[in-house]
């Protein structure tokens, strides 16, 4: 009887799902009138008003655009239809982005929903429950409630500007929901959010994508809106063509939730890609209770968040995110970039293939100068840049440029406590981060500055450390040796706890204008300040099988291969595999040392010359060697008229035996 029931029950629902995906209709918009539609016209105001679950909503206005749809008095029905796309691309003569991220946004916005005459949508939708998702107080050009998978695509979206008193918040779009229903898996792509379609005419929004969680009227039962996509998402056939423009904007992105993903955008960067808009520089409309809030806000879950590239190995040259700077606070601006709160617990959030701090050319700088990230939560685990899994290793490196230009720099300085001076804010001393094959451009200390008190061991690094490492007191930051050269690299890491391992070092050419910079502080005790890797060179694991040196802890690597000019400077850090007998909270990835004290690489010199020794043994030749031979390996040649070198197999270990062949054979030793 039971099996009975439960097989109506599963050809009821495959029905009910037939029958929508059967009704499923697209809706035409044909006028820009915001009232209800007349005769044949269909108004925007319309099609959201009657769309049902898997509509889709489209565009076919006569004439040459772009056309601005106004918002009507009231504002705009809230979309509570599932699974509903609305596609501005649709409208003739409209086109999508073609342009990789690191290339001015090409695409051209034809439709234009247009909130500056005042008119939004109110997103509060129970004004007696103090703990709702949204206020009296806030407003959206479109808002989304209680409904899944929505989907807003090639629009440009421009919002009442910004109320100088801070006594409403305006934003473009609005995820939200109750305990009724859930509006996770929506998706903003596409878009161009407090620009117009010209590129140039801008207006400022309070904020520009929200999602915020609901809760009961006594503060319980929590319900968190999950996996909204601002961007492209994982696997994209187009992936250029959901590109979004968020310029200006006090905060362009802030999702209280878990999965959400944020890959593609230009935030408070103008579709040109080399000029920002620092909110923080906009007195007049960001202000009081309107500063700048960075770029990127998550909380209330933080678990599996994606800010860029996935490193998947589809369209991961073009997952990054480019993203303008931020003023400290003192300068109207706030603490950081991006920021984590109230995650619970905030595990696998990976920062990958981002600009920040920069243009799209690499070169182009940005306002900024504070911490690029607030990695708070004490079980939260952030990756910054690459996993070196072997898949797009070279595209997960992010570039964090600060403290430009020097003049807000200088000003930071003067008010700033040297001790709060770091790359990381809020970092708990439980927490984990990951940071490898990104570049660091003037930045402050990584992860927190060596001043920085805190926790059981004094210095908030060696707390930071402690789970690692045997002790804490011998040293968190690994060491390269003075007499290191282009050939040979040489130091020492840390001694990892039990069950720790293996550690890898990473080695970077030394950022000099962070260097420069650091000296500032030097006279409040913050020597070597803000030593960074700015070009990320290779990567060696301490007593692997490349390593030279067989004791622990030390190391040797033979480094010729990567090429490295003679008088460049160095730096490494170590990082420090993670247990994986779930004895230690994280992520499995590699925790990631401070850089190290910088090391300017010389020519080497060879006390002993290299002496093959060949001798016949049977049928088979024997080839020794003695002298100071770390780092060579031998190779044969049957001319030396023009000989062509060839490596020996296994030429690096001696002795090397080779079967007795005709004719001439040649030997040498080569680095």
């Known amino acids: 009887m039971f099996k009975k029931a439960l097989l109506c029950l599963c050809c009821t629902l495959f029905t009910a799902g037939l029958s929508l995906s059967l009704n499923a209709k697209t809706i035409v918009v044909t006028t820009v009138g915001s009232d209800e539609s007349e005769g044949s016209s269909v108004s925007f105001k319309q099609a959201l008003r009657t769309a049902v679950d898997g509509d889709s909503i489209a565009f076919n206005l006569p004439g040459a655009g772009p056309f601005y749809l106004s918002v009507p008095d009231g504002g705009f029905p809230k979309i509570t239809a599932n699974n509903l796309t609305i596609d501005g691309y649709t409208q003739p003569g409209a086109s999508p982005n073609t342009n990789g991220i690191h290339a001015p946004n090409n695409a051209v916005i034809q439709i234009v929903i247009d909130g500056r005459n005042g008119n939004v949508t109110p997103m509060a939708y129970d004004l007696n429950n103090p703990n709702a998702g949204y206020g009296a107080n806030e407003f959206a050009v479109l808002g989304v409630y209680n409904a899944t998978n929505v989907v807003i695509r090639g629009l440009s979206l421009l919002t009442p500007s910004v109320d100088p008193d801070g006594n409403n918040n305006f934003y473009a779009v609005a995820f939200s929901r109750d305990s009724n229903g859930d509006a996770s898996g929506g998706r903003v792509s596409g878009c161009w959010i407090g620009v117009a379609p010209d590129g140039k005419t801008l207006t400022p929004t309070t904020y520009a994508i929200t999602a915020f969680r609901h809760r009961d009227s006594d503060g319980s039962n929590p319900l968190n809106i999950d996996r909204i996509i601002v961007g492209l998402p994982n696997a994209d056939s187009t992936p250029r063509s959901d590109f979004n423009v968020i310029v200006p904007s006090g905060l362009p992105i802030v999702l209280e939730g878990r999965g959400h993903r944020v890959s593609g955008n230009f935030l408070n960067v103008l579709p040109d890609g080399l000029t920002e808009y620092n909110v923080a520089l906009d007195v007049e409309n960001f202000s009081n209770n309107n500063q700048s809030q960075g770029m990127i806000q998550i909380g209330r879950g933080g678990d599996n968040t994606l800010i860029g590239t996935d490193g998947d190995g589809l369209n991961d040259a073009d997952e990054g995110n480019v993203m303008s700077g931020t003023l400290p606070a003192s300068l109207n601006g706030y603490a950081h970039s991006i920021e984590f709160y109230g995650n619970n617990p905030g595990t696998n959030i990976v920062i990958a293939g981002n600009y920040i701090g920069m243009g799209i050319d690499g070169l182009t700088r940005f306002t900024n100068g504070v911490p690029i990230l607030n990695a708070s939560g004490s079980g939260s685990a952030y990756r910054l ?137 030097e006279s409040n005790g913050l020597t070597n300040a803000w030593v960074q890797g700015k070009t990320y060179l290779g990567t060696f694991q301490v007593d692997g099988t490349n390593d030279l040196d067989p004791s622990d802890l030390n190391f040797t690597f033979f480094i010729t291969p990567l090429a490295i000019p003679v008088g460049t400077s160095i730096t490494i850090t170590a990082n420090y595999s993670t247990p994986t007998d779930g004895s230690s909270q994280g992520a499995p990835w590699a925790l990631t040392s401070p850089f190290s004290a910088p090391v300017r690489l010389v020519l080497s010199i060879d006390t002993l010359p290299v002496r093959l020794q060949i001798e016949t043994v049977g049928t088979q030749i024997q080839i020794t060697w003695s002298g100071q031979s770390l780092g060579y390996r031998l190779q044969s040649a049957t001319s030396l008229k023009d000989p062509q070198w060839q490596d020996v197999q296994n030429g690096t270990v001696q002795p090397v035996l080779l079967d007795l062949i005709s004719g001439p054979q040649f030997f040498r030793m080569t680095q």
Not at 387 to 406: I, K, T
Not at 429 to 454: C, E, H, K, W
Not at 498 to 504: K, L, Q, S
Not at 514 to 519: R, Y
Request: hydrophobic letters at 40%; aromatic letters at 12%; glycine letters at 10%.
């Open 385 to 521: 840049g690459s996993d070196f899994d072997g898949v797009s290793d070279s595209l997960e490196g992010n570039l964090f440029a600060n403290n430009w230009p020097s003049d807000y720099l200088a000003l930071a300085l003067t008010s700033a406590d040297p001790a709060s001076l770091s790359f990381l804010d809020s970092l708990s001393p439980t927490g984990f981060i990951s940071a490898r094959g990104n570049s660091f451009i003037d930045n402050f200390s990584f992860p927190v500055s060596p001043l920085q008190q805190d926790g059981s061991t004094g210095y908030a690094l060696r707390t930071f450390y402690e789970s690692a490492l045997n002790n804490v007191l011998d040293g968190v930051v690994p060491v390269v040796n003075s007499n290191s050269t282009i050939t040979f690299l040489s130091g020492t890491v840390p001694e990892l706890a039990e069950g720790w391992g293996p550690t890898f070092i990473d080695v970077y050419a030394v950022d000099p204008e962070g260097i420069d910079h650091g000296k500032f502080l």
